[in-house]
């Protein structure tokens, strides 16, 4: 099932509601396993709490790390920033499914990091019983 997103330049979107809807629909009740995914080379998942001051934190933690350079990739797009980030973050997460609902810590949420927007965006969830 897909989820799509709209971004902005650069921000964390919490889209938990939107992979339990989707875990729900797919899973029929069962347990298992979702599998979170995103398509974009300059996007990244994570599970963390979603409040809006570590969210902000998040992004501007992650650029610190990997500033703003002369990458050879900027010859082409000037992004690769983003696609570093995206590669250290990670493209999925796996989370478990109980009963068709999503098991989750008390904070934890499922993050979407834009890296590289404006865009539209998409996110794969699967279920595997």
Known sequence: MIVELSTG?????????????AVRKL????????IVFTFHTTTALTVNEAESGLMKDLIDALFSIVP?????HNR???????????????????????DGEL??????????????GPRKR????????
């Open 9 to 21: 330049k650069r921000e964390v979107i919490d889209i938990t509601e939107e992979v339990k809807k």
């Open 27 to 34: 899973s029929e009740g069962k347990s298992g396993i979702a």
């Open 68 to 72: 703003k350079m002369n990458y050879l």
């Open 76 to 98: 082409i797009d000037n992004n690769a920033e983003a696609h570093i980030i995206a590669s250290i973050v990670g493209n999925s997460v796996v989370l478990p499914v109980s």
């Open 103 to 116: 098991t989750l810590g008390t904070w934890q949420r499922v993050l979407f990091l834009e890296l590289d």
């Open 122 to 129: 998409k996110v794969y969830v699967k279920f595997i019983r």
